[in-house]
């Protein structure tokens, strides 16, 4: 199970960056997919989640109305739009899956190396 995050960068206050998660050695389809990100000093905080049936979660009250999540299963590749961008969204961005469960989890088991995103005028 491999997974690799793509995608951050410096971006205004209000503007957006999408991110990408392209996974191999597994069935992307079968399993939840999620997005964690940690900021400096901070811990690591669940953001929002996709369920193998598509339901998706959102961990962080913040992000609601601003991030979406998708996934694109023939690219094997899982997306999180970020729009409306805020300087407390800066943090290293992870996306995660765990393969013993079709539901979303906090207790994802497997993570793909981390994208900086950095929000700043």
């Known amino acids: 199970v491999q997974l690799q995050a793509s995608g951050g960068g410096l971006v205004q206050p209000g503007g957006s960056l999408r991110l990408s998660c392209v996974a191999s050695?597994?069935?992307?389809?079968?399993?939840?997919i999620g997005w964690f990100r940690q900021a400096p000093g901070r811990e690591r905080e669940a953001v929002i989640c996709m369920s193998s049936r598509n339901s998706i979660t959102y961990y962080a009250d913040s992000v609601k109305g601003r991030f979406t999540i998708s996934r694109d299963n023939a690219k094997k590749t899982v997306y999180l739009q970020m729009d409306s961008l805020k300087p407390e969204d800066t943090a290293v961005y992870y996306c995660?899956?765990?393969?013993?469960?079709?539901?979303?989890?906090?207790?994802?088991?497997?993570w793909g190396k981390g994208t900086q995103v950095t929000v700043s005028s």
């Open positions: 995660a899956t765990d393969i013993y469960t079709a539901q979303c989890t906090t207790d994802m088991g497997y």
């Open positions: 050695g597994f069935k992307l389809d079968y399993y939840p």
